[in-house]
Every structure is written in C-alpha cells, then in structure tokens.
C-alpha cells in the first residue's frame, strides 16, 4: 500500500495564479483532510470531507475550494493564489469506524506565491 | 471547538535524560489524544496516543499520561536518544473525527 499519497511535492506559483493539489489514498479511508503548515502556528484544518461526495469547512477555509468526487481522492484548489497562502500542505485521512482516530499523513507539497 | 496548547515551545535536554511535554484541552467531551512526530521536512508521524478512559500508556522509552479533571496530558520520553530530536505535536479528537493540534515543541537532545 501507498498510503497517502500527495501531487505535487514541490510548486512555484504567481500571485492570481491558481492550481490543485491533489490527495490520494488506498487504504479506504472515509474521512480526509487539508491542513497548512506555517512556522510556529502548528497544523490548521483549511477544509475537511467525510466521505464520497462531502466537504465541510475547517478553521482556515478562506481562498481554498475542495472536492471529494471519489472515496480516495481530495483535491485542494486555489483559485487566485497570494503570498499569504505560501505553506506547506498536508493531507491526512483516517478509517472513522471502529472508533478509529488516528490520522495517516501525506508527504506534504511545499508551496512559494510571489 | 476544540483548543489545544503546547509547552514548552522549545526544549533542550542532555542526552540520556528525561523530556517532558505537556498540553492542555478546552472540550470535557473529546476522548482521544495523539502524539505526533515530525522531523524536519518530513510529515507528522504517529508516536502513541490515548484514549480517555485509560490514565497512562507505555511504549519503550515513551509515555503518556492523561488527567481528565485537569484537562492535561503530557509526553514523557525517557533516555532521550540524538534520533529523538524532532518537533513534537500533540493534538485531542472533537467533532467528525477532527483533531486539534497544539503549536508543537521542539525538542532537542544535546549529544
């Protein structure tokens, strides 16, 4: 198994440019999640999905859209980037039944906006 | 929701001692309580975690200890080890399975 998967690794973007970052898992996990990672403030849930079909707001959504067309991808979108949304990205998924908690990360994409 | 907050931020120890990191909770409601790992330039890593009913758990050189009434629970790791050095995240479960991290420790163990 791959686990979580995460495309791309590294990108390079303009301000107003836009791009997706697309999460991939294959452990048929239910939920998932889109965090950004910045010096000193942890990691911050931008937009979550409990299954096929859903998403929902996490604590910093502004400027990211997402969608969840199939159980095992999560696709995180920025439609005009800006310097402020420089980060790095994670996305995470877990099983959710059973009482099963923990999380499993990706890789992570590392972010520029100029 | 649900806040988490992390001290130290950054803690310094001479290899083969004790670290000690500890995090408070704001919701009585959430249950489980995980320990990440991240070395640098790497994605957060499952160290041990905790479930509510339970008041400590072992593995190896790391522990966690939970105090519900406090609303507290701390990552012991014992015979710190160079290998040990890392950013460590602690994080408590709320709604839809989401967790909430605090800002992170940076430990470091000086050879």
């Known amino acids: 198994n791959a686990g979580v998967t995460q495309t791309p690794k590294f990108r390079v973007l303009k301000t107003g440019q836009s791009m997706t970052l697309l999460c991939a898992q294959d452990m048929n996990h239910e939920y998932m999640y889109w965090y950004r990672q910045d010096p000193g403030m942890g990691l911050r849930l931008i937009h979550y999905?409990?299954?096929?079909?859903?998403?929902a707001k996490g604590e910093v959504p502004d400027g990211y859209n997402v969608s969840r067309l199939k159980k095992q991808n999560f696709l995180l979108g920025l439609e005009s980037a800006a310097p402020s949304q420089t980060s790095v990205y994670f996305c995470?998924?877990?099983?959710?039944?059973?009482?099963?908690?923990?999380?499993?990360f990706g890789p992570g994409t590392r972010l520029t906006v100029t | 929701g649900e806040n988490v907050e992390q001290h130290p931020s950054t803690l310094s120890v001479q290899e083969g001692d004790s670290a000690v990191i500890k995090c408070t909770y704001s919701?009585?409601?959430?249950?489980?309580f995980p320990w990440y790992k991240q070395e640098l330039g790497k994605r957060p890593q499952l160290i041990i975690d905790?479930?509510?009913?339970?008041g400590e758990k072992k593995d190896q050189r790391i522990a966690v200890t939970l105090n519900k009434t406090a609303k507290h629970f701390s990552l012991h790791i014992t015979e710190t080890q160079p290998e040990d050095s890392a950013v460590y995240f602690c994080?408590?479960?709320?709604?839809?399975?989401?967790?909430?991290f605090g800002k992170g420790n940076q430990v470091v163990v000086i050879p």
């Open positions: 994080a408590a479960v709320y709604g839809n399975n989401r967790l909430a």
């Open positions: 905790i479930r509510s009913n339970v």
């Open positions: 995470a998924s877990t099983l959710s039944s059973g009482g099963s908690y923990e999380q499993y």
């Open positions: 999905s409990v299954g096929e079909g859903t998403t």
């Open positions: 919701d009585s409601a959430s249950n489980y």
